[in-house]
Nanobody, 115 residues
């Protein structure tokens, strides 16, 4: 049974940092492309970042490039998203997803960037 559990969200001031985690069970994250996606209030699901199965290739949506870093720990079967220089427009529920933006995902973790 595939299960993804996101954590690490919270309230942070603009310019601050958060590190999101996604603990995975039911499959090995090293065998699939993994994604971070987000949904802001009143908006649709937005792709944020992806990491390929080999871990050597990452990609980011333009609005977070240079500020967010996706990574994973295969031994812990956990995906991460380091978020620096956060902006109010980064406020959203963040999800990790398996295999695609519309793939299985967890319950999400709320990130609120506000002064």
């Amino acid at each position: 049974q595939v299960q993804l559990v996101e954590s690490g969200g919270g309230l942070v001031q603009p310019g601050g940092s958060l590190r999101l985690s996604c603990a995975v069970s039911g499959f090995m994250i090293s065998t699939d492309v993994m994604f971070w996606v987000r949904q802001a209030p009143g908006k649709g699901l937005e792709w944020v970042s992806a990491i390929n199965s080999g871990g050597g290739s990452t990609s980011y949506t333009a609005s977070v490039k240079g500020r967010f870093t996706i990574s994973r720990d295969n031994a812990k079967n956990t995906l991460y998203l380091q978020m620096d220089s956060l902006k109010p427009e980064d406020t959203a529920v963040y999800y990790c997803a398996k295999g695609g933006v519309s793939g299985p995902r967890g319950q999400g973790t709320q990130v609120t960037v506000s002064s």
